[in-house]
């Protein structure tokens, strides 16, 4: 015997079986949807959600907060302090006028991730953390020849090299 109390878990379950998307308008199986803390599931289905996300990570802007993101969690599994914010970031980008701190190299945001000449969060001193007097921004490339040297330690062995001409560094 099907109950009033059945009918309506029947209604429920079908209600929540499937799920309409705010951006593209298709109805689709609510396993097309992220969980959500709001009301179970997000309002946008997977593919416009990574659609979305795609296109936020391809501005100046997402980019910036990917990349204190990324500097975030590099220090939490270092155990450092990470106090820079977007927006100590965008004001180093706007200072440094797009131009590495080390090399003076133009920097770009493209959508080449670890591109030489990308942009890389850099600590001055890898002894400490992420923090507003202890970063600066400079080229993949140059990061990545830095390593956990000192600026002091860099330039000196920059200068051994004899490769300051490939970095414009003098």
Known sequence: MITTLNKLHAVNDNYAASRCCSKCSSNKPITEFYRSKRD?????????????????NQTLDGKIKRAVYNSAKR??????????????????????????????????????????NGVSIDRKDSRYGYTKGNV???????????GNKSIEEFMEKVANDNTPQQLNLF
Request: charged share 25%; hydrophobic share 30%; with cysteine.
């Open 40 to 56: 179970g599931y997000d309002s946008s289905c997977k593919m416009c959600r990574k659609a979305q996300q795609k296109a936020r």
């Open 75 to 116: 220090a939490k599994h270092k155990g450092l302090e990470h106090s820079i914010t977007y927006y100590d970031v965008k004001q180093m980008w706007n200072e440094q006028d797009s131009i590495c701190a080390l090399s003076g190299e133009p920097m770009l945001f493209d959508g080449i991730p670890y591109a030489d």
């Open 136 to 146: 600066h921004l400079t080229t993949n490339k140059v990061n990545k020849m830095k």
